[in-house]
């Protein structure tokens, strides 16, 4: 698949249960069978390092060449310049989408993570504070606590058609993260020069729909 063109990964999450990890029709979610709960977050613009560019009514993050003009601020990862995490935690259980284009980390983390310094603490996925799945055109793997796990080789993107996303038949578990979450989680994003995310619509079990922003 060229890098020009997009993919989707679908989350829906729980932060009390363990979170499941499914993948249909080049989709990917965190999925527990349970009815989802809606919920909003946002990250605003000071949280951004000065390469990632937003775009969309602040919906699209993109790595950029040239530097933006945010303030300092000290939830910013000082080391990690293209990794963000969003403000708001998500909370019940919740389903969000992401496009993404490259190579791109996705992943929820506990506010605590360390935004200081370049060690393993600082990187989502490589401590006990967060998860992530790496999405590019070569496949996915998840991390969590600096243990990788590759996932086989996704099935060819296949075209569906909204009414078919819920459909328990176009599931294939990939991944199970065995876990209790003992706090709220945030949305989180590592980008790779040349790489994009934007975040999407929000489909919640009661029905209403909702709408994740970075700002």
Known sequence: MSSEQQRHTTLV????????????????SFYHAAGYSPTQTRLPLP?????????????KVTWGKELQSY??????????????LCRTGLTGRCYWEVK??????????YRGIRRRGCSD??????????WSLICSDRGYSVYHNNIRTEI??????LLLLLLLLFSSDTLIHLHT????????????????????VSLCGLMVHSGAAQVLQVS
């Open 13 to 28: 999450l729980s932060t009390s249960l363990c979170p499941l990890l499914w993948e249909w029709g080049g989709r990917c």
């Open 47 to 59: 949280f951004l390092n000065r390469k990632l560019k937003l775009s969309d009514n602040n919906r």
């Open 71 to 84: 303030p300092d601020h000290p939830d910013r990862f000082d080391n990690w310049w293209s990794q963000l």
């Open 100 to 109: 993404w284009r490259g190579e791109v980390n996705v992943s929820v983390s």
């Open 121 to 130: 603490e600082c990187v989502f996925g490589f401590n006990d504070q967060s």
């Open 152 to 157: 086989s080789p996704p099935p060819p993107l």
């Open 177 to 196: 993260f065995n876990t209790t979450f003992t706090e709220p989680l945030y949305p989180g994003f590592v980008l790779v020069s040349g790489s994009s």
